[in-house]
C-alpha cells in the first residue's frame, strides 16, 4: 500500500517544485536557498541507528551513502516525478565514529576527545528519482582541532547552546565553532552537510538550473 505524504498540507504549497531535499536540516535548506534553488523540503523518518549498527564493518563512506540512500529513497516514493536529493555525514578520528551528541554534556566530552587532534567528517549526498539513483558524490574533509582550554570550550557550549546538538561533530563551523580549529582541508560546503558545487553542476545538467 502506498505511504501517506507527510505533512502533506506544508508540501501541497511547492508540489510543483522539481526538487525536494530529504531532510529536516536547517543549514542544508538555506545553502540550497542562498544558491537560488526552488525546492520543497520532507523529512525523512528512518533508523539511522539501526543502519548504522547493521554497518560497522563497513567504511565510512558507505554507512553515509546508505544513510543518503535510505533518507532519499523513502521520500522519492512519496514524489515519484521529483529530484530528490539525500544526504548524511559521518566523523571519524582514528578509527572511533561518532554521532550528534544527544545533550550538551555529551557535546562537551566529544569536543574535549577531538581537541588536539585531526578526524575526518566523511559526507554522502544522493538524488533519485522515482526510486532510480541518479547521482550521488561522497566527500571527505580532513579537520584539526586546536588544543583550546576547558575554560573555551564552556563558553563556547554556552554561546552556542543547543544548536551544536544538530551536527555531528557538536560543531558549527560556519559561526562560533570556526574558533574550535586549527586546519581544515577540504571542501567547506561539505563540512556544512551538502557537496553544493557539484549538486549545482548535476542540476544544471538536468536543465533545473540555467546553465
Known sequence: MPET???????????????????KSAVRARLLRAAGLDFACEAAPIDEAEIKGQMQAEPVEAVA?????RKAQHVSRLFPDALVIGADQM?????VRYDKPADLASARAQLAALRGRGHDLVGAAMVVQGGARLWHHTDRVRLTMRAFSDGFLDSYLEAAGEAVLASVGGYQLEGRGAQLFS???????????????????FLREHGVLDR
Open 5 to 23: 505524504p507527510i505533512h502533506a498540507p506544508a508540501l501541497q504549497a511547492s508540489q510543483a517544485s522539481q526538487v525536494v531535499l530529504a531532510s
Open 65 to 69: 551513502e546508505a544513510l543518503a540512500e
Open 91 to 95: 566523523l571519524e578520528c582514528e578509527g
Open 183 to 201: 586546519r581544515v582541508e577540504g571542501d567547506y560546503f561539505a563540512i556544512l552537510g551538502l557537496p553544493l558545487l557539484p549538486l549545482l553542476d
